[in-house]
């Protein structure tokens, strides 16, 4: 069998004998919509109108099955591919799990807060909590292919979490470091790092809500992919259920750059936002966006 597609017949299985025992057990089935409709207006006026925003956030519509077993089975398609985006693949996730214990098949893996390192591959998951530590711990070991991400990746920690992921690959997608490069921009096949440590940690107070995360990127593939450190700090406050507003800041060692962006969230309906905004690089503006945001 070809390198990299291991889980992939273990995935189909597994989701084949999910949908067989949901069947016999008239299971709960649900579709879900995630969409995110994105106008862009970048430097030096370049527009463009699609499917995922300047975040890297992807739209998808997905089907999840649930049975009386408690397992449950996920598939979700992208409805638009981010070019040179790290994957080509059109689902976006597909996988079986015992929610809480582990789950098999492409998923997104375990790393930090998910806003720098956030990128799906097919992985073996599991979920423990160790007592006398009261630490939650996360790890995955994934293969999705030749140039793409190989090795093990994992979290221990709640509201401060400590990742690692060693192995090939990472950060190529264009799902992951987006606070720093557009998503079209991504590594992509074959680039990424061997090594990837991270530290972060979110609080909230009524309102308001805070998140800090670091990152290092060691051991790049290719003399184009340099090691960085990058750091980003986002402070969120929802003065309603109707608004919100958060203001970011991330630094790229590598790039000698700071990054702000400025956003707010209008929410005429619960399921539906509309969420302006502003980047700036270095105090130049970098884009203006706005998003329809519609999650079902």
Not at 171 to 198: C, E, M, N
Request: overall charge negative.
């Amino acid at each position: 069998m070809p390198p990299g597609h291991w889980l992939k017949p273990v995935a189909h299985v597994l989701l084949l004998y999910s949908a067989s025992t949901a069947y016999a057990q008239v299971p709960d089935v649900s579709i879900k919509l995630n969409l995110y409709g994105s106008y862009l207006s970048e430097q030096p006026g370049r527009t463009t109108v699609r499917l995922y925003d300047a975040l890297g956030h992807l739209s998808t519509v997905g089907l999840r099955v649930r049975t009386d077993l408690g397992f449950q089975a996920f598939v979700a398609q992208k409805l638009q591919l981010i070019p040179h985006g790290g994957d080509s693949d059109q689902l976006d996730e597909y996988y079986v799990e015992s929610p809480g214990n582990w789950i098999i098949g492409k998923q997104y893996l375990p790393f930090g807060q998910g806003a720098l390192i956030h990128e799906s591959a097919l992985a073996v998951r599991s979920s423990a909590y160790i007592t006398q530590l009261e630490l939650p711990v996360t790890f995955a070991a994934c293969d999705a292919g030749p140039g793409r991400q190989v090795g093990v990746i994992g979290r221990v920690g709640d509201h401060f979490g400590v990742s690692g992921a060693f192995g090939q690959h990472f950060g190529i997608s264009g799902t992951s470091l987006a606070l720093i490069r557009p998503p079209t921009q991504a590594a992509d096949v074959g680039h990424g790092f061997d090594d990837v440590y991270g530290i972060d940690y979110s609080s909230q107070q009524d309102e308001w809500s805070f998140r800090v995360e670091g990152l290092l990127l060691r051991g790049p593939e290719t003399p184009s992919d340099k090691s960085d450190v990058v750091a980003d700090l986002a402070v969120h406050y929802d003065p309603s259920a109707q608004r919100g507003y958060e203001v970011g800041v991330t630094h790229s060692a590598r790039e000698r750059a700071d990054f702000v962006r400025i956003q707010g969230f209008i929410k005429p309906y619960t399921k539906l936002s509309i969420e302006p905004m502003v980047r700036f690089r270095n105090a130049q503006l970098l884009d203006v966006s706005v998003v329809l945001h519609v999650k079902l």
